[in-house]
């Protein structure tokens, strides 16, 4: 593994972040042009720095993984309270309390350095004295990187699947 610090969200990340998106989008793109794009970069950073009101949500988590001083991975998470409606939801993970992880990036020259495990790891940390007694996130299953992440290195079992259909 790499020697990673992991550590909050704190202004002057944006720029790391956004190269880890136009990495992350630029592989997705690769295997599934039909479903993924790379994101537009202009305003990308302005856009993350402004992003304050979310990231002082007590539920919520933006995590940065540095590797010598470079932001090396992100991770945004949220603590979802059990639904109101959970006594007559068919799922029980709707009356837990949900660590959700929505979005893991790595850029790509830290790929399978074990930055990504340490962002889960500290995010699942997190959750856990928040009242979070279930981890979940999706994925797409056609990376050969992302799926295998999750479940042979996780841990993380599939439950669903996301179905599409293309209206037009």
Excluded at 47 to 62: C, S
Excluded at 129 to 144: H, K, M, N
């Amino acid at each position: 593994m790499a020697d990673v610090l992991v550590r909050g969200y704190r202004s002057g990340d944006a720029p790391g972040i956004v190269r880890i998106s136009r990495d992350s989008g630029a592989y997705y793109e690769r295997i599934a042009p039909e479903l993924f794009r790379s994101p537009d970069t202009e305003g990308f950073v302005e856009f993350l720095e402004a992003d304050t009101e979310w990231r002082e949500q007590p539920a919520n988590l933006a995590l940065v993984a540095e590797v010598n001083g470079e932001v090396a991975g992100y991770l945004e998470a949220s603590i979802q309270d059990p639904l109101g409606s959970a006594r007559w939801q068919t799922q029980r993970d709707l009356g837990a309390m949900r660590l959700f992880i929505g979005y893991v990036g790595t850029a790509e020259r830290f790929r399978r350095r074990g930055v990504a495990t340490q962002l889960v790891e500290a995010a699942e940390e997190w959750g856990r004295p928040r009242g979070a007694v279930v981890a979940i996130c999706d994925t797409f299953l056609g990376s050969d990187l992302s799926a295998p992440f999750w479940e042979e290195r996780m841990g993380y079992a599939r439950q669903a699947i996301i179905l599409r259909k293309p209206l037009t």
